[in-house]
Structures are given as structure tokens and as C-alpha cells.
T-cell receptor
Framework: AQSVTQLGSHVSVSEGALVLLRCNYS??????LFWYVQYPNQGLQLLLK??????LVKGINGFEAEFKKSETSFHLTKPSAHMSDAAEYFC????????????FGKGNQVVVIP | EPEVTQTPSHQVTQMGQEVILRCVPI?????FYWYRQILGQKVEFLVS????????KSEIFDDQFSVERPDGSNFTLKIRSTKLEDSAMYFC???????????FGSGTRLTVV
């Protein structure tokens, strides 16, 4: 079964500082990896995804993530945090093979400090 | 941009009652899903649906739950005899090609009292 680990449920970052959210996955087959963002009282919005090809992927709102197979990681970064980045962020994994269900991490609640 | 629409946004029900959560997936998507998120916990897979039948269900999705695509556009989740522990946010999702990812609705917050 596939799984995702996100450490640190709450992450505080100063406005203008680097945002780094860590995601490590477990998968016995090539993974498809996703980052979703959830703003208060809203649904899950796709930030970015890795399926095949370029390992550095860029998403919306200035976020990017790099797939590192050797480290089984897919960490999310943004060079400069903005107040509007305050939200919950979820990493998720699935695969082309098998049942295609998404397995989510526990999420990171990001707080941006002015 | 196409959206997945869920109704209602909030539902309060008494324990033991039946609820139906409704979803309108993106029109050209063929794969449909229900997930739930209990407060403070992970988003959990419930069930996937393809070609008018369940393609996979989790251990959570027991006989209390059922899904239906009654009219070619709506996708419903029925929970019979609700329990307190069914209180959660329920998300509907749909997808076309796996490479394009899943589109989620805004969720239905179900509170069982």
C-alpha cells in the first residue's frame, strides 16, 4: 500500500521567508505525487503534480516541488511566503498501476507571521 | 474552470437518520471518488466508482454506506443510520486522465448529533 509522511502538523513562517514543507512517500511502483492546498472552509485545490518527466515541477502561486526518487521525497517550497499562503497543505500519492486511490499525508497547517 | 459541485455545504442530522450527500462531477470525467476528513485527521479514501459500479472501497465503506450515479450527472453518497463518528467533512472528487490529477469539491460538513 502507498503512504505519505508529512512531519510537523503546524509550520510557522515569517512573511518573505522560505516556505519548506516536507513530504516522503512509500510506494512499490512508480508514484504519481500531488500537493493540494485547503484554505479555510474551502475544498482541496491542486497546487502541483509530478507524474513523469521533469522532476522539478512548478505549480500555482509560486510553489514548486522536486521529485527525488533516491530520497523518496517530494518537498514543497516557495522562496518568499505571503500572508495569503496561510492554509493547510496536503501531500498525496497514487500510481498508474493498481487502484489509483489517493493516499494523503496528515497535512501541514501553515501560519504566516507578519 | 470546470468544478466539482457538492451539496449541501453543511448538514446536521440526528444519530440514526439517513443522509444523502450530493456531488456533480466534471462532465467529461469518468472516475468518481468519495473521501472524508474527520476533524484533525487525514483525508481518507472511501470509495471509487467507474462505469456505473464501485471499482474499489476501503475498509471504512461498510454496509452503512452506498453510492449511486442515478442520472448520469449526479454522484451521491448515502449514509444509513448515521453514528456520531460519521461526523466529518466529506469530499467528492472526479478525474479524467490520471496524469491530470483529481478535482475535489468544496466538501460537505456532516455533523451527527
Amino acid at each position: 500500500a502507498q503512504s505519505v509522511t508529512q512531519l510537523g502538523s503546524h509550520v510557522s513562517v515569517s512573511e518573505g521567508a522560505l516556505v519548506l514543507l516536507r513530504c516522503n512517500y512509500s510506494s512499490s511502483v512508480p508514484p504519481y505525487l500531488f500537493w493540494y492546498v485547503q484554505y479555510p472552509n474551502q475544498g482541496l485545490q491542486l497546487l502541483l503534480k509530478y507524474t513523469t518527466g521533469a522532476t522539478l515541477v512548478k505549480g500555482i502561486n509560486g510553489f514548486e516541488a522536486e521529485f527525488k526518487k533516491s530520497e523518496t521525497s517530494f518537498h514543497l517550497t516557495k522562496p518568499s511566503a505571503h500572508m495569503s499562503d496561510a492554509a493547510e497543505y496536503f501531500c498525496a500519492v497514487t500510481s498508474y498501476y493498481g487502484n489509483n486511490r489517493l493516499a494523503f499525508g496528515k497535512g501541514n497547517q501553515v501560519v504566516v507571521i507578519p | 474552470e470546470p468544478e466539482v459541485t457538492q451539496t449541501p455545504s453543511h448538514q446536521v442530522t440526528q444519530m440514526g437518520q439517513e443522509v444523502i450527500l450530493r456531488c456533480v462531477p466534471i462532465s467529461n470525467h469518468l472516475y468518481f471518488y468519495w473521501y472524508r476528513q474527520i476533524l484533525g485527521q487525514k483525508v481518507e479514501f472511501l470509495v471509487s466508482f467507474y462505469n456505473n459500479e464501485i471499482s474499489e472501497k476501503s475498509e471504512i465503506f461498510d454496509d452503512q454506506f452506498s453510492v449511486e450515479r442515478p442520472d448520469g450527472s449526479n454522484f451521491t453518497l448515502k449514509i444509513r443510520s448515521t453514528k456520531l463518528e460519521d461526523s466529518a467533512m466529506y469530499f467528492c472528487a472526479s478525474r479524467g486522465l490520471l496524469e491530470d490529477g483529481y478535482t475535489f469539491g468544496s466538501g460537505t460538513r456532516l455533523t451527527v448529533v
